[in-house]
């Protein structure tokens, strides 16, 4: 492998597009909402500038919802119409706008997406959607050679607000619109990379390709090509990237169309597999650990990995409780308050493996931290029966299960319009029988969980459970509900004005007392974006698990912003008591029919389930897991990094040292050994060097490389470690 330049090709693709775009990296902006600052003559000159790539809330606008104004200022050239080779229509792109906007050129509106809070029909958002608005080049408010002013009101319903995620420029379309670069990322072993060029016009287009493909950790290049390319009106043209899974690499491609010089280009990070397969021989995975309370119903499937078939047993195991030796599955009811300590042993054709399992019959359940699935990251609103079997069917057949992901819930959705003459929660049309999902569900080795608010109606506007709640939980309880999330939303105009501690905790006190007096053991989850530290009083209400931040998002910018603050309640966190920073966002994500890969790049995504593992979170996987492509299912099935998060001892990370660039994170497993995790949020690799004083560690550490289950020796007074940008080292210390 040599060095190469890779930076050259990159160069020349933003050097060509710069000489024909008018970039707007920075425009005049104020909160706030006034009429006359769409008009190009009003005098903006005393308004702060802001970044156009990044939202307002990272450029001293923290926590600011509601109304702002953007105003670009920029000459448009008649040579940039004149050289263009349609000269007909002008594109002004204005990159993605949280939530909503209306966009002006010299005081005439030009276009909307979304519906503002006075609209008919009232707010929604069209946060995930490109503003590229297209204009005739005759349209009578351009002033070509002259000064324009494109202004932007913009409405933030909530979280980030404003332009984001690229810069905004105005250019003519061109030729090279008519061609569309689309890279096809492997997902199985079986599939290949990709690259098509697809001509959308009736024209035919020349042009050259360019591919690179390089490691992006060394720059050292991988493979390239270069090729002419002749695209056909209406035709598609395509090529192979072959690249090991295992290989770190990104693709760079660039089309420049011969004709006008113009290109698009492309650039890609590959997922790469760190961790090998389980072995044929058993391995017993899973929680160590289960609460119950005395005479529920205990429900656990032993996990395991091993060539199927694998055979199931146990020593010690209570005379009440019985297990199904072929599905691993125990059930039965303990009523004596006391920890049962049993054997697990599982078997098969290479070998055996056994381990301690003990329940702990009392009053906490969630002993380890929820593992499982829950609909809202994929399907928002869209859920349904169907779609909650597909990914149960998926969870099963992939494996997932034997490596303890259990739980699988529909978030918010599944209810209907009105409740029944007797007052009970029914489900609506697509969920046509809750008790048969159930009993599906638990015949098949899962749990069962559910979604309600304390208010009268869900976030999404569905029926919650206010003035119902024993109803609701009876209901949960016949249906088999396992699990409750619990999501504040309108319970807040029911608090009004009562802003005390005791009022925020009250919906959820009653809750409590409903689901306790059910005959099953129902883990509650909390929802309430972490108002009032609800890890300081969460237990009172029984809580087991607490949302510690508002909704995440598939951005690096959400998953840091949450997983990198999670530090004042790390004290709270215990067996039974979890704080959640939100359900995971990796695979195929979408919040509502639509689904789209996480746009995490793969170190990100190895952060995330670090970072999650590491703090000890609730692991609910937010992707449709029918779709589950093989580095996601790899990320989500290393049973050494999942032990991380289901050990016993229940004790969160600690941030012990936070730079700008680098930080890490340590966690105390109940072996006397540590999980740290060493993190790099810049924009590129770094070599990182901890010394065990910093981190209160004596000398000479055994070190195990957890993604790659590999130990990677003894170290003396440091350990020094690359790692990938927006990445992480996750290891194990001693022990
Ligand atoms: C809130 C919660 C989400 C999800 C939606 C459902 O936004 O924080 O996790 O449950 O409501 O409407």
Redesign the pocket.
Known sequence: MRKIFILTLLFISTQVSSQQDISLPTAKFKTGDIPAWSQASFDDSQWPSIKTNTPWEQQGYADYNGFAWYRFHFKLPASLRDNSYWKDSLRIFLAKIDDVDEVFINGVKIGQKGSFPENSGGYSTAWNETREYHLSTKHPALQWDKDNVIAVRVYDGGGAGGIFSAIPFVNMMDLIDGVKMNLHIASTRDDKNTLTLVNNIQKKIYGKLSIVVTDPGTDTLITQSKKDVELVAGNNFSINIPVESSQRATISAVFREQQTGKSINTNQTLPYILTPPPPATPRINGAKVLGARPGSPIYYKIAATGEKPLHYTAENLPAELSLDRKTGIITGKLTERKDYHIKLVVINTKGNDKRDLTIKVGDVLALTPPMGWNS?NCW??SVSDEKVKASAQALIDKGLIDHGWTFMNI???WEAEKRQPDNMIAANKKFPDMKGLGDWLHGNGLKFGI?SSPGPR???GYLGSYKNELNDAITYSNWGIDYL?Y?W?SYGNIAGKDTSLAGYEKPYFVMRDALQKQPRDIVFSL?Q?GMKDVWKWGPEVNGNLW?TT??IEDTWQSLSNIGFHQTKQFAYAKPGRWNDP??LIVGQVGWGENLHPTRLTPDEQYTHISLWCLLSAPLLIGCDISKMDDFTLNLLTNDEVIAVDQDPLGKQAQQIIATDNVQVWMKELEDGSKALGIFNLSGHDLSVSVNWNDLGLHANQKVHDLWRQKDLGSFKDSFSTKVASHGVTLVKVGG
């Open positions: 809202w928002g609103l978030d918010d959705g979604y869900t976030c999404g999330k999501d939303c929802c974006y949302r508002g909704d939100d359900m």
